[in-house]
């Protein structure tokens, strides 16, 4: 009897042994013997993918896991569980976000720390809020979108690339921050030319207008372009002789400037002086060339109009004869251009002019003789006053009358000037 309930006690001993190492075993799992710091969360909304177990992370560290999660239907409580030794790390008004790890996979609570950090780290039994900045609003709302397009796609094939890409980033995560934090670096450079960005980029539009405009003239082109090339194409052999005379020209001519540079050269030299006196006068030639060009057939119709030679001419005082010695030529007149009023010229015309050529004009020069001197005669002195007369020309149309087989009163003026200085002064018989 004593032995049998020896036994029995051994039995239970050992049940409640194994119940021990069950219910420790259970604890250690549960991390009960961890130190841990309690603290809590409230949340308005939380997904399905959060669960108990959980990471905590804050800057991608873990600090700590999810312990439980309750509802009350409008809300959710959150008890995490943070490790000790990164409490010191975690300022006490941080705010908590919760990111998926992956597309698909669960999502973790990330501690998000203030841009003012508060000087007290958090501590066993706080509340931690949500975060509900414009950024983590947009996050969710991003999430919440994206979640029916990865319902409309296969979502094996998303899962496959999303973990190649995983593996392919795995351990590079130093260098994917180093690049993050250059890409910061200019993007904070770039801030203040972005309203030169921005007026380029209008001004890139309005250029990409502009070509859309001319788009079809360059296409046109393009299509001449085209035609060209093809009848170079067609036309190589021609082309190919054309090239080959021309070389055998710029042989020809090379020889030919080779053996007359110096005439050329001196051909020049010869020609420097007039073309130099040619530019010197070259502001006649457009008056000169306007005056030819205004002398139309109107003004010649109105010299003969009625048949009738309608001019104006003087008779001016005659040059004295050559004199050996005196009037050696020579060009010592000196004024530069004159267009002598053309286009429109003075009517009628001063011929006053004195050109020095080298000749002595007595009737300019010499004051003992008088104009008249230079003129025929006949046609100074007193004989002078009947000249173009009414008189003179009912005269000279009775003369020439019986010759012409006209009247007198149908001679014409020109009558009285032609035949006027050789009848004065002579003697005439009409028979």
Same mark, same amino acid.
């Given at each position: 009897?004593?032995?049998?309930?020896?036994?029995?006690?051994?039995?239970?001993?050992?049940?409640?042994?194994?119940?021990?190492?069950?219910?420790?075993?259970?604890?250690?799992?549960?991390?009960?013997?961890?130190?841990?710091?309690?603290?809590?969360?409230?949340?308005?909304?939380?997904?399905?993918?959060?669960?108990?177990?959980?990471?905590?992370?804050?800057?991608?560290?873990?600090?700590?896991?999810?312990?439980?999660?309750?509802?009350?239907?409008?809300?959710?409580?959150?008890?995490?569980?943070?490790?000790?030794?990164?409490?010191?790390?975690?300022?006490?008004?941080?705010?908590?976000?919760?990111?998926?790890?992956?597309?698909?996979?669960?999502?973790? #609570?990330?501690?998000?720390?203030?841009?003012?950090?508060?000087?007290?780290?958090?501590?066993?039994?706080?509340?931690?809020?949500?975060?509900?900045?414009?950024?983590?609003?947009?996050?969710?709302?991003? $999430?919440?979108?994206?979640?029916?397009?990865?319902?409309?796609?296969?979502?094996?094939?998303?899962?496959?690339?999303?973990?190649?890409?995983?593996?392919?980033?795995?351990?590079?995560?130093?260098?994917?921050?180093?690049?993050?934090?250059?890409?910061?670096?200019?993007?904070?450079?770039?801030?203040?030319?972005?309203?030169?960005?921005?007026?380029?980029?209008?001004?890139?539009?309005?250029?990409?207008?502009?070509?859309?405009?001319?788009?079809?003239?360059?296409?046109?082109?393009?299509?001449?372009?085209?035609?060209?090339?093809?009848? #170079?194409?067609?036309?190589?052999?021609?082309?190919?002789?054309?090239?080959?005379?021309?070389?055998?020209?710029? #042989?020809?001519?090379?020889?030919?400037?080779?053996?007359?540079?110096?005439?050329?050269?001196?051909?020049?030299?010869?020609?420097?002086?007039?073309?130099? $006196?040619?530019?010197?006068?070259?502001?006649?030639?457009?008056?000169?060339?306007?005056?030819?060009?205004?002398?139309?057939?109107?003004? $010649?119709?109105?010299?003969?109009?009625?048949?009738?030679?309608?001019?104006?001419?003087?008779?001016?005082?005659?040059?004295?004869?050559?004199?050996?010695?005196?009037?050696?030529?020579?060009?010592?007149?000196?004024?530069?251009?004159?267009?002598?009023?053309?286009?429109?010229?003075?009517?009628?015309?001063?011929?006053?002019?004195?050109?020095?050529? &080298?000749?002595?004009?007595? &009737?300019?020069?010499?004051?003992?003789?008088?104009?008249?001197?230079?003129?025929?005669?006949?046609?100074?002195?007193?004989?002078?006053?009947?000249?173009?007369?009414?008189?003179?020309?009912?005269?000279?149309?009775?003369?020439?009358?019986?010759?012409?087989?006209?009247?007198?009163?149908?001679?014409?003026?020109?009558?009285?000037?032609?035949?006027?200085?050789?009848?004065?002064?002579?003697?005439?018989?009409?028979?």
């Amino acid at each position: 009897m004593t032995s049998r309930i020896r036994y029995q006690a051994y039995g239970i001993a050992l049940v409640v042994v194994l119940a021990l190492l069950v219910g420790i075993s259970i604890a250690a799992y549960q991390k009960r013997f961890t130190p841990v710091v309690d603290v809590t969360v409230k949340a308005q909304t939380v997904g399905t993918q959060l669960n108990v177990g959980g990471d905590v992370k804050m800057r991608g560290v873990v600090v700590g896991e999810i312990r439980q999660i309750t509802s009350d239907g409008r809300s959710a409580t959150i008890r995490l569980a943070l490790k000790p030794e990164q409490v010191r790390h975690i300022p006490a008004n941080s705010s908590a976000r919760f990111v998926p790890k992956t597309l698909f996979g669960e999502r973790y #609570v990330d501690l998000r720390p203030p841009q003012i950090a508060s000087t007290r780290t958090i501590g066993r039994g706080d509340v931690i809020p949500e975060d509900r900045s414009a950024a983590a609003l947009a996050l969710n709302r991003v $999430l919440d979108d994206l979640l029916p397009l990865l319902r409309t796609l296969e979502p094996d094939k998303v899962q496959a690339t999303l973990n190649a890409l995983a593996t392919a980033l795995e351990g590079r995560g130093e260098q994917i921050g180093d690049n993050l934090e250059r890409l910061d670096t200019y993007l904070r450079e770039i801030n203040p030319h972005l309203p030169a960005i921005k007026h380029d980029i209008k001004a890139i539009a309005e250029v990409a207008k502009m070509y859309d405009d001319v788009i079809p003239d360059l296409a046109a082109t393009l299509r001449h372009v085209s035609n060209t090339a093809q009848t #170079v194409s067609e036309k190589e052999r021609t082309l190919q002789e054309f090239l080959t005379s021309t070389t055998t020209f710029a #042989v020809t001519a090379r020889d030919f400037l080779g053996r007359h540079e110096a005439r050329l050269i001196a051909v020049g030299d010869v020609n420097r002086p007039t073309l130099e $006196l040619l530019a010197r006068y070259s502001p006649e030639y457009p008056c000169l060339l306007a005056g030819l060009a205004e002398s139309d057939n109107e003004q $010649l119709a109105k010299t003969f109009e009625n048949r009738r030679l309608h001019i104006t001419m003087e008779i001016i005082k005659a040059r004295p004869a050559y004199q050996p010695g005196e009037d050696a030529p020579e060009w010592t007149d000196k004024r530069g251009p004159d267009c002598r009023g053309l286009p429109d010229p003075d009517v009628p015309y001063d011929p006053g002019i004195h050109f020095e050529d &080298g000749t002595q004009d007595d &009737g300019y020069n010499n004051p003992g003789r008088s104009a008249e001197s230079g003129l025929p005669p006949g046609l100074g002195g007193p004989s002078a006053r009947v000249t173009g007369t009414a008189a003179e020309k009912r005269t000279i149309g009775a003369l020439v009358a019986p010759v012409t087989g006209k009247s007198a009163d149908e001679a014409p003026d020109i009558t009285t000037l032609l035949f006027g200085p050789m009848a004065r002064g002579t003697a005439v018989s009409v028979s």
